[in-house]
Every structure is written in C-alpha cells, then in structure tokens.
C-alpha cells in the first residue's frame, strides 16, 4: 500500500472516528427509543444525518456511470470503423497541399467537448505541424530524435509543405539553414515561407473533422485524413481516429480533459504528436537524400 505520509494517516483517523460516531449514534437511538417505532425513527435520523451529506456525491457518482457507459458503447461503436486503408503508394513525393490544417490548439480547447479538432487531440497544430513534416527523423530503441539538417540515418521529410491560411491563400513552407531542433530559436523562425509557388505540389492531404453533436456530449470526436493526386481527384488513402475523454470533461484534480483522452487506433508516446506524419509518409514517400 502507499503510503502518503501524515496526511494520509490523519485522513484515515478522521475516518474511524465518523464510523464509531456513527455507531455510537445509532445504539444510542435504539437504546433511547421506548418501541420499536421510535427507534425505527431515531434510526433512519441518525443514518439521515450521517449519510445525507453523502448523497450528492454518490448521485454524481451513479450519474457519471450511466454516462461514461453510454459514452463507451458509442466509442467502441466508432472504432470498428476507425483505422487506415492505403489503395496506392507514390515514392519519391517532393512536397504535399495540407487542406484545413489543424490551427494550433489554445488551451480553452482542450475543455470544450465541441472543439473541431478533438479527434486527434495531442497531434501538433499550426506551424509545429508543419515542421513535423519538414524535419529529417530517426526512430530508433531510444524513441526518436528529430534534426533540421541532414542526417544520413534519418528519414526524411518533405522539401515542402504548402497550406491555406484562413483566408484561402496557400504558402509554400520549406526547412531553414538555422541549426537542429533542439536550439531556443521559435518554430516559425525554423522555415522558409513564400506565396511564390512556381510548382504546385501534385498530391494534397485533407483533414475532416467528424463532428456528431451527440457525440460531441459524451466527449467522443473524430478525425479523417484522406490523401488525393490532385490533378485526377484519385483517392490514394484515408485513415480515420476517434477519441474519447474518459473523465467526461472533469476537470477535477486540475485535470486537462482532451489530455487525457484514449484514441483508436491507440496513439502512444511520441506517436500522439505524429500520427499525420506517420500515415502520410507510407502513403506518399518523401524523395531521400539531403535537401538543397
């Protein structure tokens, strides 16, 4: 058992003595009553008075139950549909066109059931997804290191990212000469970003949130990226992710509601941040070799 300290014990001592309280309370009752009616009655007074604060809690408590099952049932219904389906692969894939990319998330999210992007609520957002798919990175029985240089262990990622701002202009995002991704330098100072795109990119990678608002009650979200050739609107793949807070939004224990939510496929580690990466790269392969 873990032990807590003297907190912990005195919490225990206060327990014991509510109990003998009781106890003493309701023999009390029973002996004071002069038939069995009124200690019936100075019975059920006692228990009113002991466990009537109680209630409250063990209503919340019954009602979160029937919840957070409901919530289950609907989860586990979703996730028979969940998961990726690759119909082609392309290799040596320059650059790809984000559509409806993920903003950065702010923190008011991560408590909002409706926010859009909860499907994938740990994935990077913003401009740290799109270095995401720039960098160079290794993954190895350590984790995974990632470098704004080339390295030749590492995999790479695209020469190019473009992607609509909200305004629907797209710009055309590449890796800076400005060291590894370890230094205090901001992520939007670590890339090029230019409106000159004299090549578009041929394949684009769209995000479409799966907004129920039944759902979206119970904290259940989903997410689908579907990767397309441009030029012949062929569908090359798609993977789905749904999400669930288990918690149903508490926010008890300073808890983070989104942050603590489980996805299927299972998201893990690292793999939470990346799950754009990981299934766009098996589909569209990045050209190898250091980037000029």
């Known amino acids: ?13 206060a327990g014991w003595v509510i109990r003998l309280l009781f106890l003493a309370a309701l023999g009390y009752a029973l002996w004071r009553g002069k038939n069995w009616k009124q200690r019936m009655a100075y019975a059920l007074l006692v228990i009113g008075v002991f466990l009537g604060p109680l209630l409250p809690s063990a209503y919340q408590a ?51 059931p409706n926010w859009p ?3 994938l609520p740990r994935q990077n957002g913003g401009n740290d997804l799109i270095v995401n798919l720039l960098e160079y990175f290794k993954r190895d029985d350590h984790g995974y290191s990632f470098s704004d240089e080339f390295k030749p262990d590492h ?10 701002d909200q305004n629907g202009k797209t710009w055309r995002y590449s890796l800076g000469k400005v060291g590894n991704r370890e230094t205090s330098v901001p992520v939007s100072d670590r890339m090029k970003k230019t409106d000159h795109i004299d090549k578009p990119a ?13 759902d979206r009650e119970l904290w259940v979200a989903g997410t689908t990226l579907i990767v397309t050739e441009i030029q012949s609107g062929e569908i090359l793949a798609q993977s789905t992710w749904y999400s669930m807070e288990p918690g149903l939004g508490s926010r008890s224990g300073h ?14 580690s690292l793999n939470a941040a990346m799950p754009t990466r990981f299934f766009i790269e098996k589909v569209l392969r990045p050209q190898k070799g250091e980037f000029k």
């Open 1 to 13: 058992m873990l032990e807590l300290g003297i907190g912990a014990e005195l919490v225990r001592g």
């Open 202 to 214: 041929l394949y684009a990678v769209t995000y479409k949130n799966l907004i129920n608002p039944a």
């Open 255 to 268: 808890r983070t509601p989104w942050l603590f939510a489980v996805s299927c496929p299972e998201l893990v």
């Open 117 to 119: 992007d909860a499907g």
């Open 155 to 164: 995999n790479p990622g695209y020469r190019f990212i473009d992607a609509m």
């Open 62 to 112: 019954w009602q979160y139950k029937q919840r957070y099952a409901k919530a289950k049932a609907i989860f586990d219904e979703r996730c028979k549909n969940a998961g990726e389906i690759i119909y082609r692969t392309v290799d040596d894939v320059e650059g790809v066109l984000l559509i409806n990319p993920p903003p950065m998330p702010r923190v008011l999210q991560w408590g909002d």
